[in-house]
């Protein structure tokens, strides 16, 4: 009666208990409904709005494109020798179609990342299943477990958490490609400019292809390791608590390991950085050649 230390400390738990099992339900439900999918954004009407205004804006860009597209042909065998009208004229109408078209192939898009997840999935279990079966781990861990354990549940409760966020942050990022498309695919009508166009390729891959890595991570932790024949035969509840822990990271980690993939890919280098490097390449040869002359002749 008089220990108030253990009184707190039960208090303490018990309040931590109560926090625990108020958040595991609906974050769990929610990764279910969207940790997998992506909606289609480009049908969202403010989307349109915003995709209809850059598509306007490209479209009165491609006057300075054409005009740049003959300057680029007009020196050619004068200030440059690399771009010629069979070169420029075919950029400059896949400039045009990819502009006005990108909603419908962002669109596309989005749709095979959603039925390739949805393939990983397979017919056995669903999304919302699979998630759910994490959740009543977690709830039945909490009412038997220690308080180690209730912190991992914390743990757990925190990275799913942020796996949300990390959907939020792909949603936006998606609805901003999307609405900067006819700008961004209008760069294809000049090689100076195409890399812009190249950038935004990747970038769309990249945001489709973390819903894809996750969902092939997911199903696969959720198939072979919540399983009684996995390789952890141990039904102990520490070993599910590390498990979705662990899983619940790499699910976080995947969008950083791919965006920097896109970031860094190998690009093509741009004319004026052959030119730069070509120019300090001569400079150097010379300078070596007047040096070594002047050496052999004092």
């Avoid at 099992?21 to 349109?48: H, K, N």
């Avoid at 990819?98 to 990983?120: M, P």
């Avoid at 965006?259 to 001569?282: C, D, E, G, K, W």
Wanted: net charge positive; hydrophobic share 55%.
């Amino acid at each position: 009666m008089l220990d108030l230390g253990c009184h707190a400390s039960d208090g303490i738990t018990i309040w931590f208990r109560g926090l625990a099992s108020a958040a595991i339900g609906p974050i769990f439900d929610q990764i279910g409904t969207t940790l997998l999918v992506t909606p289609q954004v480009e049908q969202l009407p403010r989307v349109r709005q915003m995709w209809s205004a850059s598509a306007v804006i490209a479209n009165t860009l491609f006057v300075l494109f054409v005009i740049a597209g003959g300057l680029t042909v007009m020196s050619h065998e004068t200030l440059q020798t690399s771009y010629t009208v069979k070169d420029i004229a075919p950029r400059l109408v896949v400039g045009i179609i990819a502009a006005n078209f990108s909603a419908l192939a962002a669109g596309k898009a989005i749709e095979f990342a959603n039925a390739l997840a949805a393939a990983l999935l397979g017919d056995t279990v669903t999304a919302d299943q699979a998630s759910g079966m994490l959740r009543d781990r977690l709830v039945q861990n909490l009412a038997a477990g220690s308080v180690f354990q209730l912190l991992m549940i914390l743990v757990a409760v925190v990275f799913a958490l942020l796996l949300s966020g990390v959907y939020v942050v792909r949603l936006m990022v998606t609805i901003l490609l999307v609405a900067a498309a006819p700008l961004a695919l209008a760069c294809h009508a000049l090689p100076q400019t195409e890399e812009w166009a190249r950038l935004w390729w990747r970038l769309l891959s990249g945001v489709l292809l973390i819903q894809v890595a996750q969902a092939l991570v997911f199903i696969t932790a959720v198939k072979v390791m919540f399983t009684p024949d996995g390789p952890i035969t141990d039904d102990s509840q520490g070993w599910d608590l590390l498990i979705t822990l662990c899983l619940l990271y790499v699910l976080i980690r995947i969008p950083g390991w791919i965006m920097n993939q896109v970031m860094h890919a190998n690009t093509r280098r741009s004319p004026i950085v052959r030119v730069t490097r070509y120019f300090l390449y001569r400079q150097a040869i010379t300078s070596a050649v007047r040096t070594g002359g002047r050496g052999r002749h004092p």
